[in-house]
């Protein structure tokens, strides 16, 4: 008898214990899917590989500004995203020497599937400057639900240390 209850106590403590911890995964698979859609919602879909193709551009200059003569450092060059949409801009020692401070990068985009990703252009400019280094990104799509058509986002990627 005193076996029997000592089982009924054990087994009463473990029930609450065993679903408390199904409780626990089943809110963590929700709070998951939560951050995911709501980040994909937000910094839109990483799109993977997309060719991009990228160069220097002329910044445009006002009246007063003398014209900058070191506008076409970073040669015309093509590069492929990852399957998160992360690619990188190589950009050479010597090249990276001849830079101004400040310079703008232009960015052809061509998806894999085209059709997929509806834009109004495929082209993007970036104005950044040789603090930014080294040069890592992420290329996701922002779609706009009133016009069916969207944008191709290029965000650096962030690096968190430990």
């Known amino acids: 008898m005193k076996s029997k209850l000592s089982f009924i106590l054990i087994l009463s403590l473990l029930i609450p214990t065993y679903l408390f911890s199904q409780n626990v995964n089943m809110n963590k698979k929700a709070l998951d899917a939560f951050i995911s859609?709501?980040?994909k919602s937000i910094l839109g879909e990483?799109?993977?590989n997309a060719t991009i193709v990228y160069e220097q551009v002329k910044p445009e200059l006002n009246v007063n500004q003398k014209e900058k003569n070191i506008f076409d450092v970073i040669k015309k060059n093509k590069t492929t995203t990852n399957s998160k949409g992360e690619f990188k801009v190589e950009i050479s020692n010597?090249?990276?020497e001849k830079l101004p401070e400040d310079f703008q990068l232009k960015f052809t985009i061509t998806p894999k599937d085209v059709k997929k990703y509806s834009v109004l252009t495929n082209i993007v400019l970036m104005e950044t400057n040789k603090e930014n280094g080294p040069f890592n990104f992420i290329l996701t799509y922002q779609k706009d639900k009133e016009t069916n058509k969207g944008a191709f986002i290029i965000s650096p990627k962030i690096e968190i240390e430990d």
């Open 46 to 48: 990483p799109i993977p």
């Open 94 to 96: 010597e090249q990276f």
């Open 37 to 39: 859609s709501t980040t």
